[in-house]
């Protein structure tokens, strides 16, 4: 037992050291210093339907925290699309999780990295790209492009590191529920729920 807890504590560190050294590399493609915390990563799957047989899509992977909470919540591998935009985090995501679909693209550009699945609905999108890097427009651009990926009612969740919504409301096109604050993440962060409004 000692050796696992051992183990498990050199990985997470590891993984530690990989994220940081990437943000040093490239501060703007990551949203934060330190991958995010599990119990933020189970916090973020948690709205995903374990009973659904519709892919799931998680949109910024880095070291695989949240991809680990996924799988847990029940999504088989072979269910998740796990868009990376910076490729050094892709061979080792690739070797903890070899039956999850990594694919190495732009979120901001799903026809692009998803050619083939433009027909395929998801169940839920699973959201850590660093959105406050971005312009507003660009932020609302990037919802509306899931929108058309996802399940009608279906949930896009979201981390971020401010108070406030990434995504400002808009009434008429979609919902933003503040879903949870986590407060022992590093940094804290903020999680949000958009979904878009249906017509009646």
Same mark, same amino acid.
């Given at each position: 037992?000692?050796?696992?807890?051992?183990?498990?504590?050199?990985?997470?560190?590891?993984?530690?050291?990989?994220?940081?050294?990437?943000?040093?590399?490239?501060?703007?493609?990551?949203?934060?210093?330190?991958?995010?915390?599990?119990?933020?990563?189970?916090?973020?799957?948690?709205?995903?339907?374990?009973?659904?047989?519709?892919?799931?899509?998680? *949109?910024? %992977? #880095?070291?695989? /925290?949240?991809?680990?909470?996924?799988?847990?919540?029940?999504?088989? $591998?072979?269910?998740?699309?796990?868009?990376?935009?910076?490729?050094?985090?892709?061979?080792?995501?690739?070797?903890?999780?070899?039956?999850?679909?990594?694919?190495?693209?732009?979120?901001?550009?799903?026809?692009?990295?998803?050619?083939?699945?433009?027909?395929?609905?998801?169940?839920?999108?699973?959201?850590?790209?660093?959105?406050?890097?971005?312009?507003?427009?660009?932020?609302?651009?990037?919802?509306?492009?899931?929108?058309?990926? *996802?399940? %009608? #009612?279906?949930? /896009?969740?979201?981390?971020?590191?401010?108070?406030?919504?990434?995504? $400002?409301?808009?009434?008429?096109?979609?919902?933003?529920?503040?879903?949870?604050?986590?407060?022992?993440?590093?940094?804290?962060?903020?999680?949000?729920?958009?979904?878009?409004?249906?017509?009646?």
């Amino acid at each position: 037992m000692h050796n696992r807890i051992a183990r498990n504590a050199a990985k997470h560190f590891d993984e530690e050291i990989r994220f940081f050294k990437t943000w040093i590399d490239k501060p703007k493609a990551l949203g934060a210093v330190l991958p995010t915390s599990s119990a933020t990563a189970t916090r973020m799957a948690s709205l995903i339907n374990p009973l659904c047989t519709d892919p799931v899509l998680e *949109l910024g %992977p #880095g070291t695989g /925290v949240i991809t680990k909470a996924i799988l847990a919540r029940g999504v088989r $591998p072979e269910n998740l699309y796990s868009i990376e935009h910076t490729e050094a985090f892709l061979p080792q995501l690739k070797a903890d999780f070899p039956n999850v679909k990594f694919i190495h693209g732009d979120a901001f550009e799903l026809d692009e990295a998803l050619p083939d699945m433009k027909g395929r609905k998801f169940d839920t999108v699973i959201s850590a790209v660093p959105l406050l890097n971005f312009s507003v427009e660009r932020r609302v651009y990037y919802l509306n492009s899931l929108f058309k990926r *996802l399940n %009608p #009612g279906r949930p /896009v969740v979201h981390i971020s590191y401010g108070p406030m919504s990434p995504i $400002p409301p808009d009434w008429q096109t979609y919902s933003v529920e503040p879903f949870d604050w986590m407060l022992r993440n590093i940094p804290p962060a903020r999680l949000w729920v958009y979904r878009q409004i249906l017509a009646s």
